[in-house]
C-alpha cells in the first residue's frame, strides 16, 4: 500500500509512519522470542518463560476470594445488577465520586497513611500510559524536552514522546554510587539542553524505580524538589510502584516531601498512579494523574476524556478498595509474598555468583552479568541476550533498552509466574552459568556453539523479523481466553 | 507555566452546548426532590432499553462474571493486549454487521478498540494529517468533534456549510467551495472528510446519492472519508442507513477499489445504541493495514478496559438477545421521536424529517426576535431558564442559520418527557400572548386581527404572520 498519494501528499501521517512507538527497541523483541515458543510447565516445558514483563500476579487469590465474598461490587451479578443502569450511563469525567475517594483513600494507605491525597485532585487516564501522555500534552509543547534518569523504563519513549513532540533527554546515572540520581548529573542534564537550545520543562522520575527496584531516599528527593524549584521546571513523579515496596526503608512519596517545606512550589509537582502494578489489574486500566496544580487539574480534566476508566471498572475499585479490611490484608500479604519471592530468587542467583542491585521495591530484579560480556560493549551486551533467549531460553530484558550507561544489566521480573516457574527459571540459570565457566574468551565460545547447537535451522535475525502478533503490553498469548475463542 | 494546549481554549467546552450542561448540572430536574428543575434535553443518550440488557445480565449471570474460578479473572485482569480481546471483536463486529442487516460483514481484524469515539476520532487525525492540515466536515456537526479532532492534534477544521433549502444534504459545490477556501485562502492541506451517518444533530441517514458524491469528491481529492457511525442502530425506519464501508466495497469508480478502501475509515462505539456511554466502548474500523497498526499502538492511551471487554462479548455474541434488542431498541426510539415530533406539531413548532438519532433538530426560528444569532442566544436562555429544558443551539454545531434547536428524546422516562412538553406548551403561549401583546402596542386594538387567539395554537403563528396589519 501507498504512503504517497497521486497528488504527492502523504496519505498519513509522520506519527503514524514513523517509529516512535518505541517498538522497536530490543524491551519488545524478546517478546516475540516468547511469543514464538511460549513456556508452559506441561505442555512445553522447554519454551522461553517470560521474564520481561513487570507484571503481579502473586496476589489473585485474595482478590478472587474478595469478590466471591462481594458480589454486589459487579454490576452483572443479581446482588449488583440494579445499578447497572446508572454506572452504564456515567461518563462525567469527574469520575464517580466513590471511585476518586477509594483511590484517594487508598493512595494514602498505601504511603502508610503519612499522607492525604484529595479525591478532587484525582483525574482519570487511560492507565499510566494514558496519564504521562496527558501529563506531557499539558505540560510541555511539541520540541520541550523532559529530563529523565537513566536507566528508565522504555515504554517513556512512546508515552512522553511519540505524539506529544515532546522528548526525552537522559540524567546519566552509574553504578558506582548504585545509580543514585546525582544533583552534579541533573545539572549536567540540564546544562547541555541549554546549550542545544532545548527547553526543559520537566524531570520525571519513576520512584519506586523501574527497572532499578530501588527507592529515592529522602535526601535525594529533597535534591530533586530544589533542583526543579531553582530551575522553575516540573516535576513528573511516576509512583506506580508505590505498593510494591517489601522491606525497609520505607517508601517516601514526594507527597510527603512537599509537606514538609512550604518554599516548594506546589504547583510543579504531579504524580502519576495506577492499579497495575500494586495491585496486578493491568486489564483495567486504572491510571491516576494527582497534581498540586489547580490549572493542571482542570485542564488535564477535560483531556481525560480520551481514556477515561470505564464506569464499570470504576465502580468495581470503589467497592474493593474502600474495604479498609481487604486492603489491609491485601497489601501486606503482597508485600510478604514479594519480599519472599525477591529473597528466592536472589539466594538462587547469588548461589551461582550473579549479583543483583540491593533493590527492595518493584516487581523485578536489576541483575549484574557485566561479569559475563566478553567486552563492556552494547554489542556484547546483546550477544549474551541473544544466547539468554536462545539457549537459556528467559526472556529478560538488557539494560540498554532501558537506557542504561553501562552494558552488563539486565532486568529480570520475578512475581509474573508461579513458584515452579521461577524454580524452573533458576535451574536454567544456574545450569547456563555452570556450563560456561568464568572466561569470557571460553564463554563466547560455548555461547555460540550452545546457539549453533539449538538453532541448527533459525537465526536470530529470522526471529526478530517475525511480525509480533502481541502487543507490548500483552502477557499470555496461551491465555485461554485468547486460545479458546479465536 | 502549563504547554499552549493547555492554556487555549481549543477543548471546545466554552461552546454554549457545555454551557447547558452546567446549567442543568447546577438544578437538575427529579420528579420528586426538585420538579421544578431543568430538565436535561442536551444529551444524546439512548435509556429506553437498558431493561432489555438488564434482562440479559440477570439471565446470564455466569456469562459476564468471575465465577469459573480464579483463573478467569486473573485472566482478564491481567490483559492487556492492545490487540483487543478477540472474542469481543468478533462479537463487535458481528453486532455491527446485524446493525446493517447484513449487508456488509465487517472483518475483527480490521477492528481497532479504543476509548470511546471521542478517542478513535482523535486516533485518526493523528494518523491521517498532521498539525495545521484540515478536515472537512459538513455543518452542522456534534460540537465535541472541536475538542477531538482539533486540541491535541493541531488539526483545524473546514465547515462544510448544508442549509434548510435542501433539508440540509451535503452538495458537490459545497464541498468544492470548503475545499477551495482550506487550500487557497487558508493555505491549509486538506486530508479528508468527515461525517456523521447517521447525522448529529439532524437525526437524519445520508442518501446514496450523498454518500456517493462524497466518495466521488474524495476520489478526485484523493483524500480520506471518515464515517462517524455511531448511531447507526437508532435507525428506525426503513429508508435504512448505509455504511460507507458498505459503499465503498461496492464502489465502482475510476479509481481501484483498493486505493478507495485505504482512505476509508469509519467509527464506531456502543455509547448510543446500547446505551453503555459510561464503559467507553469504542472502535475503529478500516481497511488500511498501516492505520490499523498505527491506531492499534495508538490505542495503547485508552484502551477498553479487560473487565468490560469480557462483559461485552458474552452479550453481543448471544445472537438472540442482539436480534431482539436491535429491534426493539428501534421501535422505542421511533414511538419516542414521534411522541415529541407530533407534540411540537400540536404547538406549531416544526422538526427536520429525520429517522434515526436520539434526538429531533427543531425550526424555532419563529420565535427569533430577529434573524440573528444573539437572537438565538436569548431564546436559549429563556428555553433554560423560564422553560426549564436545556435544549442546544444550533449555533454550538456550527449552524449557518440561526433559530435551530436540538432536543434530545431518548434519555428520560415517558412522564419527564410530559412534563418538558407542558412546560414548552406554556412557554408557545407566553411567546404568543407576548407576539399579541407586541403587536397591540405597535398597531393598535382592532377587533377583527385578534379574533386569531381563538385559532388553534399550530396556526396562530402563521395566521399572525400572514395577516395584514
Given at each position: ?47 522461553v518463560i517470560q521474564m520481561g514483563l513487570a507484571e503481579n500476579q502473586l496476589c489473585f487469590d485474595l482478590v ?413 498469548p496461551q491465555s485461554p481466553l485468547v486460545q479458546a475463542r479465536t | 507555566m502549563l504547554s499552549r494546549k493547555a ?463
Amino acid at each position: 500500500m501507498s504512503y504517497i498519494s497521486s497528488n504527492r501528499t502523504p496519505l498519513l501521517s509522520k506519527i503514524a509512519t514513523n517509529d516512535g512507538h518505541a517498538e522497536k527497541s530490543p524491551y519488545f523483541d524478546g517478546w516475540k522470542a516468547y511469543d514464538k515458543n511460549p513456556f508452559h510447565p506441561t505442555q512445553n516445558p522447554n519454551g522461553v518463560i517470560q521474564m520481561g514483563l513487570a507484571e503481579n500476579q502473586l496476589c489473585f487469590d485474595l482478590v478472587q476470594e474478595w469478590l466471591v465474598n462481594n458480589p454486589k461490587a459487579s454490576i452483572c451479578t443479581e446482588e449488583g445488577v440494579d445499578k447497572f443502569r446508572d454506572i452504564a450511563i456515567f461518563q462525567d469525567y469527574h469520575g464517580l465520586p466513590e471511585f476518586r475517594n477509594a483511590v484517594a483513600k487508598f493512595m494514602g494507605r498505601v504511603r502508610g497513611d503519612k499522607v492525604r491525597f484529595e479525591p478532587d485532585r484525582i483525574v482519570m487516564s487511560g492507565g499510566a500510559t494514558g496519564a504521562l501522555e496527558l501529563i506531557t500534552f499539558c505540560l510541555a509543547d511539541p520540541g520541550d524536552a523532559f529530563l529523565v534518569p537513566t536507566p528508565y523504563y522504555p515504554g517513556f519513549d512512546r508515552d512522553l514522546c511519540w505524539r506529544t513532540g515532546a522528548r526525552l533527554l537522559p540524567v546519566v546515572c552509574h553504578s558506582s554510587n548504585n545509580f543514585k540520581v546525582t544533583r552534579k548529573a541533573l545539572e549536567d542534564a540540564y546544562a547541555k539542553a541549554v546549550e542545544a537550545n532545548i527547553r526543559v520543562k520537566g524531570l520525571l522520575i519513576t520512584n519506586p524505580s523501574n527497572p532499578l527496584g530501588t527507592i529515592l531516599d529522602r535526601d535525594t528527593l529533597k535534591e530533586l524538589m530544589s533542583f526543579i524549584n531553582e530551575k522553575n521546571i516540573h516535576l513528573v513523579c511516576d509512583e506506580i510502584y508505590a505498593a510494591t515496596v517489601f522491606r525497609q526503608p520505607n517508601f517516601v512519596s514526594i507527597a510527603e516531601i512537599i509537606e514538609e517545606d512550604q518554599e516548594y512550589n506546589r504547583n510543579l509537582v504531579h504524580i502519576v498512579y495506577s492499579l497495575s502494578k500494586d495491585m496486578g489489574f493491568p486489564g483495567f486500566r486504572v491510571g491516576i494523574v494527582y497534581s498540586y496544580n489547580n490549572a493542571m487539574v482542570e485542564c488535564g480534566r477535560k483531556m481525560s476524556s480520551f481514556g477515561l476508566v470505564s464506569s464499570q471498572t470504576q465502580y468495581l475499585i470503589a467497592s474493593m478498595l474502600s474495604d479498609d479490611q481487604f486492603i489491609g490484608k491485601f497489601l501486606l500479604e503482597s508485600s510478604g509474598r514479594l519480599a519472599t519471592r525477591h529473597k528466592d530468587f536472589t539466594d538462587g542467583l547469588r548461589q551461582v555468583g550473579i549479583k543483583c542491585l540491593n533493590s527492595n521495591a518493584g516487581l523485578f530484579l536489576w541483575m549484574d552479568l557485566r561479569g559475563l560480556l566478553r567486552e563492556s560493549t552494547v554489542e556484547a551486551e546483546a550477544a549474551l541476550w541473544r544466547v539468554i533467549i536462545n539457549d537459556v531460553k528467559l526472556n529478560v530484558s538488557p539494560g540498554s533498552s532501558f537506557h542504561c550507561s553501562e552494558p552488563g544489566w539486565f532486568r529480570v521480573c520475578i512475581a509474573n509466574m508461579n513458584e515452579e516457574t521461577m524454580k524452573v527459571a533458576l535451574t536454567r540459570i544456574r545450569e547456563f552459568v555452570l556450563r560456561n565457566g568464568d572466561k569470557p574468551g571460553r564463554k563466547e565460545k560455548s555461547c555460540q556453539s550452545n546457539l549453533r547447537l539449538n538453532f541448527p535451522f533459525r537465526r536470530m535475525e529470522d526471529v526478530m523479523r517475525t511480525p509480533c502478533i502481541m502487543s507490548p503490553h500483552s502477557p499470555i498469548p496461551q491465555s485461554p481466553l485468547v486460545q479458546a475463542r479465536t | 507555566m502549563l504547554s499552549r494546549k493547555a492554556s487555549c481554549n481549543s477543548h471546545g467546552q466554552d461552546s454554549y452546548y457545555f454551557l447547558g450542561w452546567e446549567e442543568y448540572r447546577k438544578n437538575p430536574y427529579d420528579e420528586v426532590r426538585n420538579s421544578s428543575g431543568i430538565i436535561q434535553m442536551g444529551l444524546a443518550e439512548n435509556q429506553l432499553s437498558l431493561d432489555l440488557v438488564e434482562s440479559w445480565l440477570e439471565s446470564n449471570p455466569e456469562a459476564t462474571g468471575f465465577t469459573n474460578g480464579e483463573s478467569t479473572f486473573r485472566d482478564i485482569a491481567l490483559f492487556q493486549d492492545y490487540h483487543g480481546l478477540p472474542a469481543f471483536k468478533n462479537a463487535l463486529a458481528g453486532f455491527m454487521a446485524r446493525i446493517g442487516e447484513n449487508k456488509v460483514s465487517f472483518d475483527p481484524n480490521n477492528l481497532v478498540l479504543t476509548a470511546g469515539t471521542t478517542s478513535a476520532n482523535e486516533i485518526l487525525m493523528f494518523c491521517l494529517a498532521e498539525p495545521g492540515d484540515a478536515f472537512l466536515v459538513p455543518t452542522p456537526y456534534y460540537p465535541g468533534f472541536d475538542r477531538d479532532l482539533k486540541w491535541r492534534t493541531g488539526v483545524e477544521i473546514i465547515p462544510i456549510h448544508r442549509s434548510s433549502s435542501n433539508g440540509f444534504k451535503i452538495t458537490e459545490s459545497a464541498m468544492e467551495e470548503a475545499f477551495e477556501h482550506a487550500q487557497n485562502q487558508l493555505n491549509r492541506t486538506v486530508k479528508g472528510l468527515l461525517i456523521t451517518n447517521p447525522s448529529n444533530p439532524l437525526g437524519t441517514t445520508m442518501t446514496r446519492r450523498e454518500l456517493n458524491q462524497i466518495i466521488h469528491f474524495a476520489n478526485t481529492k484523493n483524500i480520506h472519508v471518515i464515517s462517524d457511525e455511531i448511531y447507526s442502530g437508532t435507525v428506525f425506519d426503513s429508508l435504512g442507513f448505509i455504511s460507507i464501508v458498505e459503499l465503498a466495497s461496492q464502489h465502482k469508480s475510476s479509481h481501484n477499489k483498493d486505493d478507495l478502501l485505504s482512505r476509508v475509515h469509519m467509527v464506531y462505539s456502543l455509547s448510543k445504541d446500547l446505551g453503555l456511554p459510561g464503559f467507553r466502548a469504542g472502535a475503529i474500523y478500516s481497511h488500511n493495514e498501516v492505520v490499523v497498526s498505527a491506531a492499534t499502538k495508538m490505542s495503547s492511551f485508552g484502551l477498553v478496559s479487560s473487565q468490560t471487554q469480557h462483559l461485552l462479548s458474552s452479550m453481543l455474541s448471544n445472537e438472540k438477545f442482539v436480534r431482539e434488542y436491535l429491534s426493539e431498541n428501534r421501535t422505542r426510539i421511533k414511538n419516542r421521536q414521534q411522541t415529541l415530533v407530533s407534540g411540537l406539531k400540536d404547538l406549531g413548532i416544526k422538526c427536520l424529517n429525520s429517522n434515526a438519532g436520539l434526538f429531533c433538530w427543531v425550526d424555532m426560528k419563529k420565535f427569533l426576535k430577529l434573524n440573528t444569532f444573539e437572537a438565538e442566544m436569548e431564546l436559549w436562555r429563556r428555553l433554560i431558564y423560564e422553560v426549564g429544558c436545556n435544549v442546544s443551539p444550533g449555533s454550538s454545531f456550527h449552524c449557518v442559520e440561526p433559530g435551530w434547536f436540538r432536543i434530545c428524546f431518548a434519555n428520560m422516562d415517558e412522564r419527564t418527557m410530559a412534563v418538558a412538553m407542558r412546560r414548552v406548551r406554556v412557554f408557545v403561549d407566553s411567546m404568543h400572548a407576548e407576539r399579541i401583546k407586541n403587536m397591540k402596542s405597535q398597531f393598535g386594538e382592532g377587533e377583527r386581527k385578534w379574533s386569531a387567539l381563538a385559532l388553534p395554537c399550530s396556526l396562530r403563528f402563521e395566521m399572525i404572520e400572514g395577516m395584514e396589519i
